[in-house]
């Protein structure tokens, strides 16, 4: 009877211990395979992920560098403008301005003087590209806006001496009102396509306006 319930006692480990033993063996190889499917998703989310366009990537660039139309900020309320040539308010802005008056010349730095089309000149002269504005203080508190000359292709300076009436030739800046720029006056700045009478038109474009004290 002892050696009975001794072998059914001995019996009763071995079966626990193989139940434990099988167990561990389960909840190893579940653990493995978790752990393994857990490894994958991980480098497969690395692998694919990819920084969108306001990241930096690898190369150290800042997302998207393109120049919206909105950057080329206005340094003048069109609704204070008067328009003594044509009205290019509603033109699209495609370019910045750099302004530089002196030594007998005015400099207007901007990138689309090799790219606007050309058209010939009124006059039959040379083809030209655009027109220089200047904007000019009225008794109204606000600007008279007015061409004053022709651009060539690539051409980007004018000499200072032909900004004045004779070359504006509209009221009040007519050839016989002796106007021209007061030293120390700020006025402003901008070059256009074509936009003065008897000129074909080619693209409705524009740099925006910039203000620079003539010398």
């Known amino acids: 009877m ?9 019996s009763l480990k071995r079966d626990i211990g193989i139940t434990l033993l099988v167990g561990f063996i389960v909840a190893a190889g579940v653990f493995f395979v978790t752990g393994c499917e857990e490894i994958e998703q991980l480098w497969d989310e ?20 393109s120049t919206p139309n909105s950057d080329f900020v206005d340094e003048i309320d069109l609704s204070t403008v008067t328009w003594k040539h044509q009205n290019v308010s509603g033109w699209e802005v495609v370019s910045d301005l750099n302004v530089n008056i002196g030594g007998g010349w005015v400099r207007l730095n901007y990138d689309k003087a090799s790219v606007w089309p050309r058209v010939n000149a009124p006059n039959g002269g040379d083809p030209i590209v655009g027109n220089p504005w200047i904007f000019i203080p009225n008794d109204e508190g606000g600007w008279d806006a007015c061409t004053w000359e022709w651009l060539r292709p690539g051409q980007q300076q004018k000499p200072m001496r032909v900004v004045n009436g004779k070359h504006i030739k509209v009221k009040p800046y007519t050839p016989t009102s002796g106007w021209k720029p007061t030293s120390g006056q700020v006025y402003g700045w901008m070059v256009s396509t074509p936009a003065r009478g008897g000129t074909p038109n080619t693209l409705d474009h524009r740099t925006r306006i910039v203000l620079f004290v003539w010398p």
């Open 2 to 10: 002892k050696d009975s319930v001794k072998r059914d006692k001995n």
């Open 46 to 65: 690395i692998s694919n992920n990819e920084p969108d366009s306001g990241e930096t990537g690898d190369n150290g660039d800042q997302g998207d560098h």
